[in-house]
């Protein structure tokens, strides 16, 4: 069984930031990768920022220098801190956790769990 709540979405200003938080709930097996995701509006879903065991990670292009993933294991918490936000980072935001072995070429597409997601708005 697995519950994530995520939280620290809104409304901010071009350039602005904010930390996205997400808190797993599980009972029953280890989370092997945490992830952000995040669907605009009239686009497909896509991976923003990863982070399994071991602290391997992954971002998509579009963030690499402005967004970073985090992870309190003890927590069973990521985070991702954004940085320099643009209009076009507007979206919804989706926490999502694995439990398989490692495998990103999957995981780009998807993990396995994922909550309800939190709306991120950024005007120009």
């Known amino acids: 069984q697995v519950q994530l709540v995520e939280s620290g979405g809104g409304l901010v200003q071009a350039g602005g930031s904010l930390r996205l938080s997400c808190a797993a709930s599980?009972?029953?097996?280890?989370?092997?990768?945490m992830g952000w995701y995040r669907r605009a509006p009239g686009k497909q879903r896509e991976l923003v920022a990863g982070i399994a065991n071991g602290g391997n990670h992954k971002y998509a292009d579009s963030v690499k220098g402005r967004f970073t993933i985090s992870r309190d294991n003890a927590k069973n918490t990521v985070y991702l801190q954004m940085n320099s936000l643009k209009p076009e980072d507007t979206a919804v935001y989706y926490c999502?956790?694995?439990?398989?072995?490692?495998?990103?070429?999957?995981?780009?597409?998807?993990?396995?769990?994922w909550g309800k997601g939190t709306s991120v708005t950024v005007s120009s």
């Open positions: 999502s956790v694995d439990r398989g072995v490692a495998n990103w070429y999957a995981w780009e597409r998807g993990m396995a769990y």
């Open positions: 599980v009972i029953g097996f280890n989370i092997t990768a």
